[in-house]
């Protein structure tokens, strides 16, 4: 945080995306191309915070069947088991398979619903105008959009297994509803977090220091 | 295209407005469609979900919620959702989540019962629970009321509800070896099994129900006989051994048996739940009803040993009875112990026929009458030996024309009939008579007396041999005397020439006599007169 550094925008310059190259904005135009790697370019995001809400809304409502339905059918002699993934983690837990058990309720419970409402809190945070917290604001964005990918880890599991587990007619396993639910959660908060504009969130702290100024 | 010389008053400049992006991002399409496929499945599931019932279970034994399944023919139409004790803690209430549109089948009389690996004898049934867990099986019923709250059955109803058949009622004083699904042969074809048991309310027999499939429930007859065909049936007669059995499976776990005897009338098919006496075997099923049978005494002297409860009673071989008890009674007056044998006379049910009865006569008092007829002319009881090996006795009836006579004291209850020792307590008896006399016998005063008269025999015989001595010259001598005698008589002796002479001297005489006797008896003047002269010639 440098409060004397003026930032590409304060000076009505446009970054480009792609090739980090400074450029005026074309007269009259809001969104210009670059010159040099013809990325298109604009001030922020376009769009940011109402396309980063839409995914996270989004998100939200599937995180609710993503739950409540079962994610994976075990079919075995004994007749077919559907489980969701909360029932997974409480058959999972045992003296000794705790591990395994929290394994799978911080991937799949807590850290999808940490990144909804992360991403909620700053964008609310944004819209506010907030200035306060920026840098802790912007670390929790790169540590939501660094494990963005990783909560695909039990979309992986359950997929190897499918394909794996096919012991027919002893066993088989047929992946279940929540499961293409869990899967969009997922797909749903990386594309929030790729909407997001981290750059917003220093937007009104420099509009507010210049303001003091 | 205005004129650009005239001159135009201030115009004032349009004031610029920032666009109003009022628009929604078409971003908001995903959020919605979310909502909107959340919103689907949200509705499927509830419209996949059929009744919620409640069953209530004696015991929640291998029920687990959210995991049972409620099973027909086989397919799930239902799973346990919760479990839980009933307000008096004596039961299990539990709920069942019902697949759709299986309504129409919770009637009234629809039945539900929990399906546990069950190993009887007769049949494995729910070897998948073992892995799988129990699951509650269903039988839809026929009514047409619906019904949401069921009780569960506690044992699965052996046959399907839908089966074709009849239901017939057997009664039975004890269970034997039968069970629910035992078998129920029919000319030894499985055609049914026992559905169930129970026993009576005074306990003193037991009601079995049994099912017999569709098309040989028509072979059930009112008349048809239903016994036990459990295990073997060894017999051992005259012609040899015997075994009779039903199936394999009838030796091991049991069976029942039914047949309609030949000679019975032919009749139409029996009512469902006809009710049946089930017999002990075939040849009991096959016996004739009873008719009237009546109780006897035998009072016999002898061991019993080998007579029990059972034992027949036979007429010169023919069954007429059986025993019923065997007890013991002691007489203090002359200390008399004896042991009175109760036995039962059915004699027409078991082939007897008498003939030339009066047929206005009622029963009791033919019977009276054959059995004083009987007796006076010599028809006694007697133990035999029915076993060799076993020693088993039974009690024959035969004809003793020599017996002490007897009658028949019909006052008493039951009457008393006359009875012989048998030929072995006979024989017994005899020899025991014989053995005390043989004790009485002076054995040690025998001995010395022998002996003694053994020591005086030496002696005789000593001077026997001297006198045997004697004997020989004796012998030696009289052959002397038989030579010198041979040597008289010999034909050129001396002895035997003057014999011959004097024979003939003696003949001569004789002559000379004859003639004189034969003259004297023509002339016996003779005697006085002498001779005459015609006497001369």
Known sequence: ?213 | MPDSDTPLPPIPASRAVPKKRTRLSLVWVIPILAAAVGAWVAVTKILSEGPTITIVFQSAEGLEAGKTEIHYNGVSVGTLKTIRLSEDHQRVVTTAQMAPKTENFLLDDTSFWVVRPRISGANISGLGTLISGSYIGMEIGHAAKSRRDFVGLETPPVVSGDAAGRFFVLKTPTLGSLDTGTPLFFRHLQVGEVTAYALDADGKALTVKVFVKAPFDQYVTPNTRFWNASGVDLSLTANGLSVQTQSMLSILIGGVAFETSATDPVLPAAEADTVFTLFDDRTKAFQLAAMDPQEFVLNFKGSVRGLTAGAPVELRGIPVGEVIAVRAQLDVKNFEFSAPVTIRLDAPRLGVQVKDMDPKADFATQRRLVIDSLIAHGARAQLQSGNLLTGALFVSFDFYPDAPPATVDWSQTPPQLPTIPSDLAAIEARAVAIMKKLDEVPYKQIGDDLRTTLAGLDKTMASLRGTLGNTDKLIGNTDKVIINADKLVAPDSVLGDQLATTLQEVTRAARGLRVLADYLERHPEALIRGKTEEGKQ
């Open chain 1, 1 to 213: 945080m440098s409060p004397t550094a003026a930032s590409a925008r304060q000076l009505g310059l446009q970054s480009c995306p792609a090739c980090a190259l400074l450029s005026r904005p074309a007269r009259g135009a809001e969104a210009g191309h670059c010159p040099r790697c013809d990325e298109e370019l604009s001030f922020r995001k376009p769009r940011s915070i109402e396309r980063t809400w839409a995914f996270v809304i989004a998100a939200a409502i599937c995180y609710v069947p993503a739950n409540l339905l079962p994610v994976m059918t075990t079919t075995t002699a004994a007749g077919a088991d559907s489980d969701t993934i909360l029932q997974g983690v409480v058959l999972l837990w045992s003296p000794t398979g705790w591990p395994l058990s929290l394994i799978v309720l911080v991937a799949s419970i807590m850290i999808p619903s940490g990144k909804i409402l992360a991403l909620a809190y700053l964008l609310i945070s944004v819209q506010r105008g907030s200035a306060e917290n920026s840098e802790q604001r912007v670390r929790l964005y790169r540590m939501v959009a660094f494990i963005g990918r990783w909560s695909m880890v039990d979309v992986f599991v359950d997929t190897f297994t499918v394909s794996l587990v096919q012991l027919q007619p002893l066993m088989s396993v047929a992946p279940a509803p929540g499961l293409f639910f869990f899967a969009a959660v997922v797909v749903l908060t990386m594309l929030a977090v790729e909407s997001f504009d981290a750059r917003l969130i220093w937007d009104s702290a420099d509009s507010r220091e210049v303001r003091h100024a």
